[in-house]
């Protein structure tokens, strides 16, 4: 048998060794493609991963810069709350020689101004929450914005203390503060103020002035500067009969009743010591006699408060006489 020779087909092993060298080539460079890839992936986890660690446990020159900024706000704020402390504690006292000094010194009501006392509502401070220092931002604000009210209410109550102490020689002229008559006069005693039993009536009701007993026709004093704001005849057997109130201003009246005779009329300015009527018996009484009253800011108080009991007859005398002189000049 005779030896074959074996036979190529040149074209067909060309294509299949360009098609083995390109899976040979295509199939490493697609894996060392993926590899790269993942090493990246990996790698910028990891990255990730330690950044985070590296955060959380140290921090970065950033983070530094913003931590002492924000320890720094901290303690500007605990300083400005020591000083807001200490400016409440001087305002209360100073709050404190208004109440219980000058204003008494001054028979002045205290300024009140409605709602300073209320806080603001919350949402004034809503731009503030949600930090993790609003607790402390907000409390400093609250605290600063109820100080300021209360300097706004303070500084009005000075600024009247300021006018009344301008005006206070005028006050003291003002203030009711001697006899309304001459208490040589006076006879069978003082009629008591506050709650008694009325010698008509027969019942309790409130004495709202003094009875000054004396005869008819002894003279009535102003016991204090001021404007006659009324005068009224009253009913002959009831009531307070023929009287004169007068209106002292920086919150005084007086009222003078019972009388005889009104020697003044509405509208006109009387000054201390001044003669205005004449005891008398009308309205309701039981005898002649002067019934007195001194009226603070709409209240009726104790007129024995208001005289000067430590002055002498003969000093009363003196002075009624100097006053008597002066109503010569104004008549």
């Known amino acids: ?20 060298t390109q899976e040979v080539v295509t199939v490493p460079f697609r894996l060392r493609t993926y590899r790269l890839i993942r090493k990246i992936l990996i790698g910028f986890i990891l990255v990730s991963i330690a950044n985070v660690l590296f955060s959380y446990f140290f921090l970065t020159p950033k983070m530094l810069r913003i931590n002492r ?82 300097l706004y209410e303070t500084s009005l109550s000075l600024d009247e203390l300021q006018q009344l102490s301008r005006n206070k020689e005028i006050m003291s002229q003002a203030i009711p503060a001697i006899w309304p008559i001459d208490r040589t006069k006076l006879r069978n005693g003082i009629g008591a103020f506050g709650m008694r039993r009325h010698p008509i009536y027969s019942s309790y009701i409130m004495h709202k002035g003094v009875d000054l007993a004396c005869d008819i026709g002894n ?47 509405p509208g006109e300015r009387v000054v201390r010591g001044q003669k205005i009527a004449e005891v008398g ?28 009991k430590d002055m002498t007859p003969a000093e009363y005398t003196r002075l009624m006489e100097e006053m008597h002189e002066t109503n010569l000049e104004t008549y």
């Open 1 to 20: 048998m005779a030896h074959q020779e074996p036979t190529f087909d040149l074209h067909q092993l060309t294509h299949e060794v360009v098609s083995a």
């Open 69 to 150: 900024d924000n320890q720094e706000l901290v303690v500007r704020y605990r300083i400005l709350q020591d000083r807001i402390r200490t400016a409440e504690r001087r305002l209360d006292e100073i709050r404190h020689r208004d109440l219980y000094v000058y204003r008494p010194l001054f028979a002045a009501d205290t300024v009140s101004v409605e709602g300073v006392g209320l806080p603001y509502p919350d949402a004034k401070y809503a731009a503030l929450a949600g930090y993790e220092y609003s607790p402390l931002m907000t409390g400093t604000w609250r605290r600063l914005d109820g100080l300021a009210r209360r």
């Open 219 to 265: 003279p009535v004093y102003a016991t204090g500067d001021g404007v006659v704001e009324r005068t009224d005849l009253g009913l002959p057997r009831k009531g307070y009969g023929k009287q004169i109130l007068l209106d002292h201003e920086f919150g005084y009246k007086t009222r003078y009743a019972h009388l005889s005779r009104i020697l003044v009329k």
């Open 281 to 308: 018996n009308t309205g309701g009484t039981t005898g002649p006699h002067l019934h007195y009253e001194v009226i603070l800011r709409g209240q009726v108080v104790n007129p024995i408060n208001y005289f000067n």
